[in-house]
């Protein structure tokens, strides 16, 4: 008798990430309440599901939604203010002093709502954030009908949002408890930096993703001036004051980790720890390269992070896995290392185990949410097509991602974002534009 299913997606391609490396030609996946029920043959999938509706994409390689593992969301308002600067300067004299003078729930919102926009735009269907006012991103996402994780931030200093790190904390903890049971909103607990967080916080810090199982999420080993920071105020680089304090564990979502030794690669490595890598970010900022192939030999899990577009200027993950894979082979002298499959995975499976969420996300397979892209590879400039797994991460660009499911529900259909309605995103950062001007 025919089974019933909501949608079935056929695909020239299917790269489901796992297996490692497979690549299944003609296939078909089927989806029902908004999960995976069935990758099988095209043929195969018409006789099973013969009544359901389908979705022809004759041309396409379908794979999982990216996963963007780390970003400031809300600063795509501040796209190219302050451009050309080392990390440092650029913090303190434009990015903070912005910040201070317009940051608000209202920004959050409707930079959060740009950001995600063009994230699902160029086939992310997840986002980590770190940012102020959570709730206004928590609605800006919900909006969109996109999946993401949001930090529960804290910083010793005070802004418009908190007073202190107790209130950071706080305010943090209580929207995650308003939001709890939405289906797209997920959180974590997101310290800033060691250079910013103070012990005693990073201890209350540890309790909380103990007690309520949260991952922790933090910039590290960033910039050199960091380590040399921390050695003079602490008498140790910053993963040693960390192990000390108890976070470097399976919880730990290492942002950049650009400056790595030997042994910290070894410690991140045995305490099973993630590695967010933000190639673009860390070129711009002149931060460093970050010895993503060293890691990937100890066995540390990297994904793979825009940051903001404040600093990157793009929120474009298929941009980052063309750069991690070129600048993997490069830092390291191995044109072998960082493979396209390797890359792909960072963007897909390895970035939802290190959100904790590779149960549900990351790849094609059968009980999983049906987060998906579909990339068209028919067009002449990305003919001729002999793998089309190495054309994901060489030749294609945001530009082809023309589909994009979200828990089985399509948010782009043929290049077309269908949650828009009647959101003017031009007028809304031109807007800001003329705030952040006057």
């Known amino acids: 008798m025919p089974e019933s299913i909501d949608v079935l997606v056929e695909a020239r391609w299917v790269i489901p990430i796992e297996p490692p490396g497979s690549v299944l030609e003609h296939h078909g996946v089927a989806v029902c309440d908004g999960r995976i029920v069935d990758i099988l043959p095209i043929d ?13 994409l004759p041309d396409h390689v379908l794979l999982p939604g990216l996963v963007n593992a780390h970003t400031h969301a809300a600063m795509t308002l501040m796209r190219g203010l302050g ?17 201070g003078r317009h940051v608000s729930e209202d920004f959050v919102r409707d930079g959060t709502l740009l950001a995600c926009f063009e994230m699902l735009r160029g086939g992310v269907t997840c986002f980590s954030d770190m940012y102020f006012y959570p709730d206004a991103a928590a609605k800006a996402a919900a909006t969109a009908g996109m999946r993401c994780m949001l930090g529960v931030i804290a910083v010793e200093f005070p802004t418009v949002y908190a007073a202190d790190a107790h209130d950071y904390l706080a305010k943090g903890l209580a929207t995650r408890d308003a939001w709890r049971d939405h289906e797209l909103v997920n959180f974590c607990i997101a310290p800033h930096a060691p250079y910013t967080v103070s012990d005693k916080t990073f201890e209350r810090i540890r309790v909380l993703a103990e007690q309520l199982d949260l991952p922790i999420h933090m910039h590290i080993h960033e910039t050199a001036h960091e380590i040399d920071e921390s050695i003079a105020r602490h008498g140790v680089r910053p993963l040693a004051r960390l192990t000390g304090l108890g976070l470097v564990g399976p919880s730990l979502i290492g942002v950049h980790a650009v400056h790595l030794n030997p042994d910290e690669i070894e410690l991140l490595a045995r305490h099973d720890c993630s ?12 931060s460093g390269i970050a010895p993503v192939a060293a890691l990937k030999r100890a066995g540390v899990r990297v994904a793979l992070g825009t940051d903001g577009a404040a600093s990157n200027n793009r929120l474009d ?15 390291s002298g191995d044109a072998a290392a960082l493979p396209a499959h390797d890359s792909l995975r960072m963007a897909t499976l390895d970035g939802a185990a290190a959100l904790g969420l ?30 089309p797994a190495s054309h994901l991460v060489y030749v294609a660009g945001r530009e082809q991602v023309s589909h994009v499911w979200v828990g089985g529900q399509l948010r782009m259909a043929e290049c077309k974002m269908l949650q828009i309605d009647n959101i003017d995103l031009r007028q809304l950062s031109t807007l800001w534009q003329n705030k952040m001007m006057k």
Not at 83 to 90: A, E, G, H, S, T
Not at 317 to 331: D, F, I, N
Not at 376 to 386: K, M
């Open 83 to 99: 451009d050309d600067q080392p990390l440092m300067r650029w913090l303190q004299d434009t990015i903070w002093p912005a910040e």
């Open 358 to 387: 590779a149960r549900q996300i990351g790849s094609i397979e059968r009980g999983k949410l049906a987060d998906m892209i579909a990339v068209d590879l028919g067009g002449w400039i990305t003919s001729p097509c002999y793998d």
């Open 317 to 331: 993950l298929l941009e980052e896995m063309r750069l991690a894979a070129l600048l993997g082979k490069c830092a």
């Open 44 to 56: 195969a999938a018409r006789t099973r599901y013969p009544t359901s509706e389908r979705v022809s």
């Open 275 to 286: 590695i967010v890598h933000c190639p673009s970010s860390n070129l711009k900022l002149a």
